[in-house]
């Protein structure tokens, strides 16, 4: 019976540690989506402003 104790707590030592692993790597990548997500949008707004400006340009 004292056997099966030890591996019951590596088994769950190793869930944990792989929980772990993966909540590391999901924030990570909800950091790295975020962050391409926002470049896209500034990528967007620069373009619409330049677009503005040579619009404004023209009707002026």
Sequence with gaps: MSAST???GSS???RAIALLVL???AW???KVVIGVVTA??????VVLAIVAVIWAI???
């Design 6 to 8: 030890p591996s019951r």
């Design 12 to 14: 769950l030592g190793k």
């Design 23 to 25: 909540l590391i790597a």
């Design 28 to 30: 990570i990548l909800i």
């Design 40 to 45: 896209v949008a500034t990528i967007i707004v």
């Design 58 to 60: 023209r009707v002026l």
